[in-house]
Each structure stands twice: as C-alpha cells, then as structure tokens.
C-alpha cells in the first residue's frame, strides 16, 4: 500500500532448483534439522518462554501474554498496564486462543510451527503469527482478545502490518480524543473503541477521507494534518513506527540498534543477545555454556559480567567497545537472512539459531558453488551493509537522524549516547557523521562509492 501502489509480488516456480554439491548440501542440512530437535527437546531456560526454542516467538502455542501486555504499552505507545495480567484476564485469554486456534502452522517446508490456523466464531480462516495477536487489541485499549482475532483477520486479508497499522489508528484516535480531528473526519465512525477501529482500518486501506492521509503513516500524517498534531508523532524513528515500548533506564545496545539500524525496525534487528542480564552467576553460566553461535568467545565473558545492577549493568554495561561488536554482530546476522532468503525465526531473531555465522558459508558454498569462507561471508555483508548506509546518506540521511524518540526510556544519558554513537561509527569505519570512509569504502572494493559520495559533497574529500 506504498508508493509503489502494491503489496507483495509472489514469484512461483515450476522448475527444480539446482544444487552446486547436493551431497554437502543435504549433510549440512541433516545438522541443521538434528539441532532442531534438540533445541525444541531441549528448550533454552531462563529466558521468555516464548524464545526458549525455534522460530519466530511462539505465541500461537503459548498464552501467556504477561510479559508482552505489562511491558509494552498500550495505546499509541502510551500507557504501561503493570498489572493488565490478572486471573481472570489469563482465564479469558487462554479460552479465547484455544477456541481460535485450529491448528499450528508452518512456512511452507518448514519444521517449527510458528503460525497457526486461526478461525474464530464466524470469521474466515487465516494465518496468524507473533505478537500480531496482540497489537490490535492493545494498540484499541480492548482487553478481550476476541477483538484482537477478530480484526487481526480482516487486517490479514487486507494484507497490511500488524505493527505500523495499530499504531496509525491509534494514533488517529488519539487525535479525535484531543479534538485536532474532528466529528467531520470520523463521519459515519461507531463510537464504541471496537467499532471505531473497524472503520479506520476500512478507511484506510481503502485510502477513503480521513483514512487517505492516515495511510501515509503517522510522520507524513502528523504533518498533514498539522494543529498540533506532530506532537502526537513521538513513536517513530526515521518517520517509521516503532514498536510501542517505553522503558526507564536507557538500553546501550538498544540505544544503538534503533539508532542506526537501515532497516529502521528493532524487529530487524534485535535478536541473539539476551533482552537483559541474567539475575544470577549460574544462570549465565548455563546460558554461555552450549553457544557455538557466537562470532567470537569473547562475548561469553559479556554475558558473565553482566549485571542487574551496579557498574557493571546498563547503561554503562556493556560498554560502548562491546555494544558496537554485539550489534555488529547482530546486524550481520540479519543481513546474511535477508540476502539469502532465510527466516530470521531460523537465524538472526533467534536465541541459539541453527543457522550461523560458521555453518552459513558451508551451506551457502554448498548451494551456490561460490567458494565461500567466513571472511568471504563477512565482506559481502559489509558490502551490503555499507551500500545501504551509503544509499541513506545520499538520501540525507545524517547522524542527527540516529536517534530513539525521545521518549522511549525515562532516563536518558546525553553524553554517553553521543559516545555510543561515536564508537559505533568508528568499529563501522564511518566518519562521524555517520558516512563510510573512503577507506573503509575502498577496503570492500565500493571506491566508485566513495567517489560518488565525494562528489555529492557527502564525505569530503580525505575525510577519514
Ligand atoms: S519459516 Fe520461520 S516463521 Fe515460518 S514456520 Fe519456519 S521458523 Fe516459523
């Protein structure tokens, strides 16, 4: 529904794929399937159980939504329910997912059941996964999860997002609420919080008065619509939305994921590093014990000093050093997903995925032919990466976009987020600016960028 007026395009293939070394391939594939099983027959412990095995977080197999629905906020990324999870509120949720769900789902081929068949009371079925079970009803301060099954399904066969869409029509809620929109714009709009989402969405897609600006998205909205509501745009970074979370004390890894991420979503981003410390020494021992994944060893001492409280917690810890090589690595991780193909539930949003940096060039090998080691691996993702960031920067793109919205963490440190930022750039060989070196450039074959940039008066000339 962008600028490109389409949704998706789906390519079907009716030939066989062929395989440079089938053998290699499928002895690679047995290791991939093996660990599979052994993460599902052997859950990861104290973390979220929804993250504890395979796949993107299982929330079509797991109901308890205390974590999501106390921490995220509700609303257009307003208010905190800390104690939203009551009894009864568990009681009538769980009914509500048993009585949805017909059966768990896979991707096509895939062996983690991430999705589910969803059919509730009279609604047509539909695939649903995630935290797209939620967004809705949250995002409409509806505490029935019907509702959020309900609308999930027609959202579903409109085909749009179910984290942006939710906050669009709250946002427009929000700005009825405050009188900045008025009873002309939501003409025909039920007045009940259920029925009025209903409408906005229908709006919406079909791009109809009101619903035809709130299309755009909540920044070029914001703007739009004017008379103060650009202060009600407080949830985007890079004019996207994001998902809708405040917290108090400010996160450096967190910091610098939503910062500077392309992709400009932390659901792009986040994923193999713990969200927080673990409270005891024996529950990181467990947790580093069994972590082929890590790009480096290293990182296994991060995680055992790392602490709750005290020096050693956020957001001094990990430090700037560290924070740059965690989301370095994390980046990479997606990166490689998106230009092979893979599911980040397999790989990079994953705790302790089957796919890796030290499997992934074997089976990449395998597949393709090309002779690819880690370090070949390794350079192809900073050609992308560093392709990208130029392509921003020649879009305007500068550090003073690189920043959270200003309210996603109460406590904020001025100082230390600009030496974050700095120590980034600087592990990345970027200027700090933000805006890769011509030597950085030049060490991934991209001079013809540099040179590009140069002439663009983007990075001067000798810049380093
Ligand atoms: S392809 Fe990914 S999202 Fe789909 S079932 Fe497999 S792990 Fe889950």
Redo the contacts with the bound molecule.
Sequence with gaps: MGDKKIKAIVVRGTGDVYIARPEAFMDEMQGVTDYIQFRWANPIKDVMTIMSG???PQEMLHTDEKWHTENFAWGNARTRRRDFWTEEIEASWTKSQHGAVKRLI??FN?P????ALISQKDTPRYMA?CFGKLTYAMAAYVDDLEFGWKILQRASEYGVDSFSTPQILAFAVELYEAGILTDKDFAGCPPDKEGRFFWLLDRVVRREGIGDILADGVYFAARKIGNGAEAFDHNTIKKHEQLPIKLGTMDPLYFLMLSTNEKISITQMEGQWPQSAFPTMEQREAFVKDWPQLPDDKFKQYVLDWELRGEKSIPHFPTPEMCSEIVDWMEMMHNIDDATGM?C??SSFCFKPPYHIHNYPRLISAATGLDIDEDGLKKIVNRSRNLHRAFNNRRGMTRADEKPPADHWKKRFPELEEQLLSTYYKFKGWNNDGIPTREKLEELDLGYVADDLEKRGILKNGQN
């Design positions: 395979i796949g993107s896979s991707c895939c983690t059941q991430c999705g996964k599911c539930g397999m």
